[in-house]
């Protein structure tokens, strides 16, 4: 993540699932971040990240996003014990005072904003 780390930025990536789940998701992956588990999820009261309902994953965007990632060769799978499917993420950037930059609440499991989007706003955030 060279672009990240020019510009003096970190990522940390929040998960609801328990440590131990955590801990063997992540046994399978790369990690290029570091990542910690909020299995109260306080940091998704605090940002106000809400749950899906289950026709939300009916909405053509959705239907598209995971049609994709089939053929690119991901296949979905038993989700884990203590997964719930249902919890939406989002996306933010806060600069070095603690101010948001960027606050991305996903409306479906598709909804991400783009890297140059987040991009965007890591230089907002470094001054650049």
């Known amino acids: 993540m060279p672009a990240i780390e020019q510009l003096g930025a970190a990522v940390l990536v929040v998960s609801f699932m328990p440590p ?20 109260d999820r306080k940091a998704y009261q605090a940002f106000a ?21 089939m053929f690119r060769g991901w296949l979905p799978g038993r989700p884990a014990k203590g997964a ?8 933010f950037v806060l600069d070095r005072e603690g101010n948001v ?11 991400r904003p783009t ?12 001054g650049v």
């Open 20 to 39: 131990a789940l955590v801990q063997a998701f992540l046994a399978e992956l790369p990690q290029p971040f570091p990542v910690v588990s909020d299995p």
């Open 49 to 69: 990240l809400r749950r899906a309902k289950w026709t939300d994953f009916l909405r053509p965007s959705v239907i598209a996003h995971y049609v994709k990632l």
């Open 84 to 91: 719930d499917l249902l919890q939406l993420g989002g996306d």
């Open 101 to 111: 930059i960027l606050a991305h609440v996903s409306s479906d499991a598709a909804d």
């Open 115 to 126: 890297n140059e989007v987040l991009l965007e706003a890591l230089r907002r955030a470094a």
